[in-house]
């Protein structure tokens, strides 16, 4: 169980478009989602925190306006990177936390790797 | 302040030798988890272990083991008998606080040589 999926694996795409990053909770519930940027060799990075039906929480110095979250569904968090540049080639992967019990497990999606040319 | 430190950027072993990666974490919270992933060319985080911070029990999965010191900030993570499938960047993490949120180190690339 607990399987979070995203969607594209994989996508290249020209410098000023908006790409759209979909993160699921297959077979739970998931009230907050989080999701994290990982450049090349580096750690990764908490970008905002998702919960469902309200505003995403960003962390200092991401974006809000270039990086847009919509939680509009307890499975589902989108992550749109508005006007990409060569700068936002990351890997962002999102995680969804499962309610309930002593701790609140996070788990994690595959991972989008988005290049921007 | 919470932070995690992996002090190990790289480690290259020959198969069958026996690793240790280092976290050392800092944290003001008496309630927090430690955690390992592992995270492959593929790049999915794969968990290994979560331990809270009441728990100080050392363990032992297979090949795998950790050790516990809250005496010094530790959560250690040793392989034995390392093989080339072990070859990945291994994460420590903090989780704490209401929201559980999780504070990475900045991974161990470990590479293991046939």
């Known amino acids: 169980g607990a399987v979070v999926s995203q969607h594209p694996s994989r996508v290249i795409c020209k410098s000023g478009t908006s790409v759209k990053i979909e993160c699921r909770s297959l077979d739970f519930q998931a009230t907050t989602m989080f999701w994290y940027r990982q450049f090349p060799k580096q750690s990764l990075m908490l970008m905002a925190t998702?919960?469902?039906?309200?505003?995403?929480?960003?962390e200092q110095g991401v974006e809000k306006d270039k990086f847009l979250i919509n939680h509009a569904s307890l499975t589902l968090s989108t992550l749109t990177v508005t006007s990409a540049h060569p700068e936002d080639s990351s890997f962002y992967i999102c995680s969804a936390r499962a309610p309930g019990g002593s701790y609140n497990e996070q788990f994690f999606g595959p991972g989008t790797r988005l290049t921007v040319l | 302040a919470q932070k995690v430190t992996q002090a190990q950027t790289e480690i290259s072993v020959v198969e069958k030798e026996d690793v240790t990666l280092d976290c050392v974490y800092e944290t003001r919270d008496t309630t927090y988890y430690l955690f390992w992933y592992k995270q492959p060319p593929s790049g999915e985080l794969v968990f290994l272990i979560r331990?809270?911070?009441?728990?100080?029990q050392n363990e032992i999965s297979g090949r795998y083991s950790w050790n516990f010191q809250k005496s010094t900030s530790s959560f250690n993570f040793t392989i034995t008998a390392s093989q080339v499938v072990d070859s990945a960047v291994y994460f420590c993490a903090l989780g704490q606080g209401a929201g559980n949120m999780l504070t990475f180190g900045g991974g161990t690339r470990l590479m293991v040589k046939p």
């Open positions: 998702s919960n469902e039906g309200s505003k995403a929480t960003y």
């Open positions: 331990r809270n911070s009441f728990d100080e």
